[in-house]
């Protein structure tokens, strides 16, 4: 079973079960499986659809009856067919109906399998199609990926709907991630004199339990540790490099997000590096990250090496710097240079961050020779969703181990 198809189906039963059928009872798993399976000789259900869900299943129908694995309906060859034509107006059509007949979540999915299943790239590239879209961060990647060959009266459109996703991302995650860092800049910035408001009273009670006093049941405060405010701090300077080879689309998204969220922070100067096999420095764009994204061009071929000896080239405060490489590590230039110029940034107290991704997608495909490698320094590689980001900047900010995820 389509695995796509059964979350569709899942999705849209929520509006309630066929006319006739009691809600899990025989009547209803017949709809459901008639839903699923698609009709016509392929099913053995024998149950007729009618009214709403036949419209979702001709919604259905046209996506997934096209391919191996696909479902319902066959041309006269008995091959599956999709009916879904490769002209704007008709994809438009449906693209109104999927969001008529199921949640925002089931239409991202099908959108995606659209694109990816039928070829309809291309039709992003009219601003009728990018209207009816339901945007995401799947749909930004590929737009993007489609940036080169965009035609000028499409780019205004493209640009609102990549605009709406980043400010929606940007709503998300921004509090969040300025809470995280700031209380870890205050942390790194600990005085050995605080104020009764300054005291870390935690690290306060760990470095006086030689002080316990048991009868009493009390620690005696006999050094006191505290952290200094933020405007205290001394800032801290932050390096993202961006790989943008095709497979990494979502993590420049979010990285371009988190970058304009970081250079918003006054007590952090962050560089924004993005590179395939040339190293692109976007940091002058950090005040608008749609234009960073624009700015970038997926696909293409990788050399960590250049973009890592540019980014060692910009550090002036090795002991204050973190740099957070992007990447799924498939290195197109030289491996032992990378190497030796990670060992290097980090042998001067750089600490050095290698995500294989940030997104909410997992583990991708990655290099797990050279990611071993980096492990072996000390700079252990791992996928990172979104909302761990800030947790992992946090340790890196305060020179603590990282928060890295069970594999």
Request: glycine share 10%.
């Given at each position: 079973?389509?695995?796509?198809?059964?979350?569709?189906?899942?999705?849209?039963?929520?509006?309630?079960?066929?006319?006739?059928?009691?809600?899990?009872?025989?009547?209803?798993?017949?709809?459901?499986?008639?839903?699923?399976?698609?009709?016509?000789?392929?099913?053995?259900?024998?149950?007729?659809?009618?009214?709403?869900?036949?419209?979702?299943?001709?919604?259905?129908?046209?996506?997934?009856?096209?391919?191996?694995?696909?479902?319902g309906k066959r041309d006269r060859s008995?091959?599956?067919?999709?009916?879904?034509?490769?002209?704007?107006?008709?994809?438009?059509?449906?693209?109104?109906?999927?969001?008529?007949?199921?949640?925002?979540?089931?239409?991202?999915?099908?959108?995606?399998?659209?694109?990816?299943?039928?070829?309809?790239?291309?039709?992003?590239?009219?601003?009728?199609?990018?209207?009816?879209?339901?945007?995401?961060?799947?749909?930004?990647?590929?737009?993007?990926?489609?940036?080169?060959?965009?035609?000028?009266?499409?780019?205004?459109?493209?640009?609102?709907?990549?605009?709406?996703?980043?400010?929606?991302?940007?709503?998300?995650?921004?509090?969040?991630?300025?809470?995280?860092?700031?209380?870890?800049?205050?942390?790194?910035?600990?005085?050995?004199?605080?104020?009764?408001?300054?005291?870390?009273?935690?690290?306060?009670?760990?470095?006086?339990?030689?002080?316990?006093?048991?009868?009493?049941?009390?620690?005696?405060?006999?050094?006191?540790?505290?952290?200094?405010?933020?405007?205290?701090?001394?800032?801290?300077?932050?390096?993202?490099?961006?790989?943008?080879s095709g497979s990494m689309a979502a993590?420049?998204?979010?990285?371009?997000?988190?970058?304009?969220?970081?250079?918003?922070?006054?007590?952090?100067?962050?560089?924004?590096?993005?590179?395939?096999?040339?190293?692109?420095?976007?940091?002058?764009?950090?005040?608008?990250?749609?234009?960073?994204?624009?700015?970038?061009?997926?696909?293409?071929?990788?050399?960590?090496?250049?973009?890592?000896?540019?980014?060692?080239?910009?550090?002036?405060?090795?002991?204050?710097?973190?740099?957070?490489?992007?990447?799924?590590?498939?290195?197109?230039?030289?491996?032992?240079?990378?190497?030796?110029?990670?060992?290097?940034?980090?042998?001067?107290?750089?600490?050095?961050?290698?995500?294989?991704?940030?997104?909410?997608?997992?583990?991708?495909?990655?290099?797990?020779?050279?990611?071993?490698?980096?492990?072996?320094?000390?700079?252990?590689?791992?996928?990172?969703?979104?909302?761990?980001?800030?947790?992992?900047?946090?340790?890196?900010?305060?020179?603590?181990?990282?928060?890295?995820?069970?594999?």
């Amino acid at each position: 079973m389509d695995g796509a198809v059964d979350g569709a189906v899942d999705g849209g039963v929520a509006g309630g079960p066929g006319k006739g059928s009691a809600a899990g009872g025989p009547g209803e798993r017949l709809r459901r499986w008639r839903l699923v399976l698609g009709g016509e000789a392929a099913d053995g259900t024998g149950y007729a659809l009618s009214g709403r869900d036949a419209a979702m299943d001709g919604a259905l129908a046209s996506l997934y009856g096209a391919g191996p694995g696909g479902r319902g309906k066959r041309d006269r060859s008995g091959d599956r067919s999709a009916g879904l034509g490769a002209s704007a107006p008709s994809v438009a059509r449906w693209l109104g109906d999927i969001r008529t007949y199921f949640p925002s979540s089931v239409v991202q999915v099908m959108q995606r399998d659209a694109i990816d299943r039928l070829g309809l790239s291309a039709l992003l590239l009219e601003p009728e199609m990018l209207e009816a879209v339901e945007a995401d961060v799947h749909l930004v990647g590929t737009l993007l990926s489609l940036n080169r060959a965009m035609p000028e009266e499409t780019k205004e459109t493209a640009r609102a709907v990549v605009r709406k996703v980043v400010e929606d991302l940007e709503k998300r995650l921004a509090t969040r991630t300025k809470a995280t860092l700031t209380g870890a800049l205050d942390r790194s910035a600990r005085i050995s004199r605080p104020r009764h408001r300054d005291i870390d009273w935690d690290r306060t009670i760990r470095a006086n339990l030689k002080n316990y006093l048991p009868e009493h049941g009390t620690v005696v405060p006999e050094r006191l540790v505290g952290y200094g405010r933020a405007s205290q701090a001394v800032k801290k300077d932050v390096v993202l490099c961006i790989d943008q080879s095709g497979s990494m689309a979502a993590s420049v998204v979010y990285a371009s997000v988190f970058g304009a969220v970081l250079a918003s922070m006054r007590a952090i100067r962050t560089r924004l590096v993005v590179f395939d096999t040339a190293v692109v420095d976007l940091t002058d764009q950090l005040d608008d990250p749609v234009d960073v994204l624009f700015g970038t061009q997926l696909g293409g071929g990788t050399d960590i090496n250049r973009a890592l000896a540019y980014c060692q080239s910009q550090i002036t405060r090795p002991a204050e710097t973190v740099v957070v490489l992007i990447s799924d590590l498939y290195e197109g230039g030289i491996r032992d240079e990378m190497l030796k110029r990670v060992a290097a940034m980090k042998g001067a107290g750089v600490q050095f961050v290698a995500l294989l991704a940030l997104s909410d997608e997992g583990a991708p495909a990655y290099d797990r020779e050279h990611a071993a490698a980096l492990a072996a320094l000390g700079a252990p590689a791992f996928a990172c969703t979104p909302d761990l980001f800030p947790e992992v900047m946090a340790a890196a900010l305060e020179k603590r181990p990282l928060p890295v995820p069970e594999a």
